[in-house]
């Protein structure tokens, strides 16, 4: 599942900032509501990670460590939190990989379309 940027309207996947107190897994298929509408787990172990550059509300850019986790989705949402905001799209990795901005997880994707092969 992609999903477009708030701003600029660049295809990403659902993630989020770390949180104090919140299982990584459990933060990861919040997002995927919050962002996407997608309910369901998340598997507690990565799938893996790639680096991105984040731009702060300062303007600051930071690069960023993401790590993506594997959600089994069991439902869509009617209405979730930032519907209306965002585009979604099902894509093969193959596909996504093309159609991400961010090089990091456009290397990411393909190579999970590799290792489904």
Known sequence: MLITTRGRGHWVIPKGWAEKGVAPHDLAAREA????????????????????????PNGRRVTCQVEVYALAVEARAEDWPERGQRRKRWVPAEEAAELVFDPGLADFLQGLRLTAV
């Not at 509408?37 to 731009?55: D, F, I, N, T």
């Open 33 to 56: 509501y919050e962002e996407a509408g997608l309910l369901g787990r998340a598997q507690e172990e990565p799938l893996g990670v790639y680096c991105s550059r984040k731009r702060l």
